[in-house]
């Protein structure tokens, strides 16, 4: 075993420790003498009463002197005096001689269960809710009840006080010890006690309420979390169920609202352990909760629900409390045990909070289980509905961790993940590079190859044609010429087709037109260059397309230049809708197409010219003959 270990279990037991003597504390503060609770010196504290029983009926005035009225001493809980009475009881009791001088007399009640009235001198001076059947439910509620000073007789001194309880059996109804004073000395004490017990309670429902709500929806959304909706069900009972402590008028009978309340305590009592069982198994490997365990406890849920349900009065309802609260307490001892032996298995912050809340829990719970079995006692302040409180915070933190771990995992993994798909990413980009350097390279090698096979079939057969002009005798020195400029004309055509920088037909052509114009003016014949300045969308020829066009142009203008006799030949360059209009026209005599072109003609230009994606449309006129074209205009998709 490590130092560090031990070190851990050993903050776990001094955190226990601790948690053992704050709620020691709390117990020892809750079991005060209820006569010590009001610390003004004017105030009275009332041990002592007489006693008369008036009934189930409700009296409609306090009963007579003469009546069979007994001594009791207060507080006087009914479950030990009288444990199956149910009705009304009234508690005489003689004012001070000082009450005559009090500017605002009131009464204050710490329990009085299940409700209380207040009769001064034979006159109703106050009380809260129904007295009447449905009673009121303020047996948790600690009532302050002003006094009408006009009731107050101060001429004798002599004052009556009658309260008047209405209650029901195994209900701890009774009438703790009652105070006597200035409404203004016991106003400090009623609000303390009723923020315990009431307001209190209810800000414990609504957090409860909402730790449920985060729980369940954490839980149902992730598998991994499924332990924690057996806590969020087990929350969701435990904060209906301390309603109990809140609601004074119920909107359903009493009866069946107090049954349903001890219900939902024999509910939550099974839902929770069944949690503690998964999670001990989620956090201390290797363990395994008895597998009857759930079962065990949700038949227990079921037949504790039945029973009271089952029952019609108050009696019946109590008879087999004891039993059914028996079981539920071992349950509740099981599970927090359970829970507290984790943090010595697995010594971690988390988990030494849960035990904690555990111990907290559970001696609260042994503490009000010892009050309410005390039969001799009324009045103290049940811890409970606050015990859970701890427990149930440090149980959603567990699970805020292990979800905030789930998303920490989640986020590094994807990542982790991110990280290999830029990886993947860069190594396709390269991949692809790769790829487009070698489709490139494949494409030059294919331009080399095309334009070595054009070379092969224009230049070489100019040059052909050229050497056996040479070889001829008597060959004129301008045939040779032309001969040779033909070739030279062939291999700058070769060359600009392959020039990257331009390869739209304005700059092609624009080249084509600066190179043959010295033929032109030498020919006497004027070559007219006309573009249109409206021309756009201009398409980008590859090197292939290139050389098409160019070859295509240049036979036009030199068989123009040939055989025309022309005197003006215009090259014209627009936009049309379709594309660039392309028009080459002459004023001469004009020339067959399918002729000239060294015996291909149209034909060979034609083929050409389906290589650009177009057709080359031809026009005689009375002087001259016009040839058009028009390259279809660049696609959206087709980059630039």
Known sequence: MSTAYQTARLRA?????????????????????????????GAYSVLRAQVVEAGRDYPDRPPPADNAWKPASLPDNWDGQRPDYEGYIWYGIVMPEAATRWQRPALYLPAAGMNAEVWLNGHRSGGAGRMRSPVSRHFYTPQLIELSPGLVNAATGTNE???????????????????????????????????????????????????????????????????????????????????????????????????????????????????????????????????????????????????????????????????????????????????VSLAFVRPTTHLIAVACGAMIYLLLLLNDYAIGINSAS????????????????????????????????????????????????????????????????????QERARVMGDLHDGLGMHLATALRQVRMDGLPRDQLASSLQDCLDELR?????????????????GSLRYRMAPRFEALGVRLDWQVAADLHDLPVLDPSQALHLLRIVQEILGNALKHSQATVVTLSLSSTAQGT????????????????????????????????????????????????????????????
């Open 493 to 509: 055509v070769a060359v600009d087709s392959l020039d990257e920088q331009e390869r739209d037909p304005l700059s092609l052509l």
């Open 378 to 445: 009324l009045g103290e302040i049940f811890m409970r509905q606050y015990a859970a409180l701890p427990l149930f915070v440090a149980i959603t933190a567990t699970l805020a961790k292990r979800y905030g771990d789930a998303m920490r995992r989640t986020r590094e993994l994807a990542a982790s993940l991110q990280s290999q798909v830029e990886a993947q990413r860069r190594q396709l980009e390269h991949s692809y590079e790769q790829l487009r350097d070698a489709e490139r390279e494949q494409a030059r090698a």
């Open 13 to 41: 037991a001094t955190a226990l420790a601790l948690c053992m003597v704050l709620v020691f504390v709390l117990i020892v503060v809750s079991h005060r003498n209820p006569a010590d609770e009001v610390k003004a010196a």
């Open 581 to 640: 209009l392309i028009r080459i026209s002459d004023n001469g005599r004009g020339f067959d197409p399918h002729a000239v072109a060294k015996g291909r003609g149209l034909g060979h230009l034609q083929s050409r010219a389906q290589h650009l994606g177009s057709r080359l449309e031809w026009q005689r006129h009375e002087r001259g003959i016009t040839l058009s074209m028009v390259l279809p205009a660049p696609s959206a998709e087709t980059p630039t």
């Open 161 to 339: 006080l009658w309260i008047l309880v209405a209650g029901h059996p195994g209900y701890r109804c009774g009438l703790a010890p009652v105070w006597l004073g200035e409404h203004d000395d016991l106003q400090g004490a009623w609000r303390q006690r009723r923020f315990w017990q009431t307001e209190g309670n209810a800000a414990t429902i609504v957090i409860n309420l909402s730790i449920a709500v985060f729980v369940l929806l954490v839980g149902w959304r992730d598998p991994a979390h499924s332990a924690y909706r057996w806590f969020g069900a087990a929350a969701v009972v435990w904060a209906l169920r301390n309603l109990n402590y809140w609601v004074t008028n119920p909107f359903i009978p009493d009866l069946l609202f107090a049954e349903l309340c001890v219900s939902g305590a024999a509910w939550f009592v099974a839902l929770f352990s069944i949690f503690a069982m998964r999670f001990a198994e989620m956090h201390q490997r290797g363990y395994q909760g008895p597998r009857w365990l759930q079962a065990g406890a949700l038949t227990y849920a079921v037949i504790a629900t039945l029973y009271f349900l089952s029952s019609d009065n108050y009696a019946r309802a109590n008879a087999g409390f004891a039993l059914l609260a028996a079981i539920g307490v071992g349950l509740t001892i099981w599970s927090m045990v359970r829970l």
